[in-house]
């Protein structure tokens, strides 16, 4: 019913930037929380940013000061900025979103399909 479609992922030097993109497309009635995951080489996947359908921000302290998320309700869209990429930002950098949904009524968490960043020392 609801599909997350990613872009923005690719290859820069440390000090670089790249923008993320992530759109719900589908049968989708309100996009509540959404935000960006990423999976790291030898550690847990881990959230990175999440904003409120408010407007309301949450970083991850290994980020903060470096990436801006930001959102656009009326295209179900959220976007994260990434400046001074560092070699540890290196990863699959994963949307997710919470859809509220008509028929049935229900409220279902979706992932995009992932998008590759690697930073170069």
């Known amino acids: 019913q609801v599909q997350l479609v990613e872009s923005g992922g690719g290859l820069v030097q440390a000090g670089g930037a790249l923008r993320l993109s992530c759109a719900a497309v589908?049968?989708?009635?309100?996009?509540?929380?959404m935000g960006w995951y990423r999976q790291s080489p030898g550690k847990q996947r881990e959230m990175v940013a999440i904003?409120?359908?408010?407007?309301?921000?949450n970083y991850a302290d290994s980020i903060k000061g470096r990436f801006t998320i930001s959102r656009d309700n009326a295209k179900n869209t959220v976007w994260l900025q990434m400046n001074s990429l560092m070699p540890d930002d290196t990863g699959i950098y994963y949307c997710?979103?919470?859809?509220?949904?008509?028929?049935?009524?229900?409220?279902?968490?979706?992932w995009g399909q992932g998008t590759q960043v690697t930073v170069s020392s």
């Open positions: 997710n979103a919470e859809v509220s949904e008509l028929r049935p009524l229900q409220r279902r968490h979706y």
């Open positions: 904003i409120t359908a408010g407007g309301v921000a």
């Open positions: 589908g049968r989708v009635f309100l996009a509540n929380d």
